[in-house]
């Protein structure tokens, strides 16, 4: 039981936001070239570029929120670990 326990704390300890929070930011820019190169080349690229900027807004908050959410956890399972590995000794 005791070993289930440790493992368990420390997968969760170990699964942060950092990866998904980098190929987010890079898609974000990829996607920004994209828009970029269409309002250059056409005439209704005004309106994609607030569009883009508008769903970018809400994407980055909502991920935001899940990469804040994930990264509290994690900082939480590190705590709780520590915890329990000292409780042990």
Known sequence: ???AVLGTLRAHSMNGAETPS???AVL???AAILVSSITAMS???VAVG???AVGSVMLGGWFAKLAFA???RRMTCGVWLAAYEDALR
Do not use: I, Q, Y
């Open 22 to 24: 980098a190929v987010v």
């Open 43 to 45: 005439d209704f690229g």
């Open 28 to 30: 974000l820019a990829a």
């Open 70 to 72: 994930a990264h509290a």
């Open 1 to 3: 039981m005791r070993l």
């Open 50 to 52: 607030w569009l883009f």
